[in-house]
């Protein structure tokens, strides 16, 4: 499975944080894939995967927001039930742990991509498909 650049973006807990970063990278076309924003307190970090992680960066930088780029496991699945239990128990058997797990999945459709921080993306790679 493929190990991929996540963008991760300090934003505050207010309304509107999240509405100039989305406008300013869709200015210079660069695409959303994956996004998990959670509420964890007053300051919050915003998982991205987007189609161009260096022109993310900038962006943020010009909008004085904090960034950190880190790896993520992006597994694509079956949309059927039991693909995501199948992926766990794998990982677990190993011994790796699951951080973090993100995903969706569109109606219809019969491929999903979840998107997880583990604690060995070495091992997760290899045996997490």
Same mark, same amino acid.
């Given at each position: 499975m493929p190990i991929v650049k996540q963008?991760?973006?300090t934003l505050e807990n207010r309304? %509107?944080?999240l509405a100039?970063?989305?406008s300013e990278l869709a200015k210079v076309a660069v695409n959303i894939e994956a996004i998990q924003a959670t509420e964890t307190g007053p300051i919050n970090p915003v998982r991205l995967l987007v189609s161009n992680v260096e022109v993310a960066q900038k962006v943020c930088a010009g909008l004085?927001?904090?960034t950190v780029v880190e790896p993520a496991l992006a597994v694509a699945m %079956?949309?059927?039930p039991?693909?995501?239990g199948r992926v766990m128990r794998k990982l677990a058997?190993?011994?790796i742990n699951v951080n973090y797990v993100y995903g969706t999945i569109e109606r219809g459709t019969k491929r999903a991509v979840v998107v997880m921080g583990v604690s060995d993306f070495g091992a997760a790679?290899?045996?997490a498909h």
């Open positions: 963008l991760v973006v309304p %509107g944080a100039p970063l989305c004085g927001l904090k %079956g949309h059927r039991g693909a995501l058997a190993k011994g790679s290899k045996i």
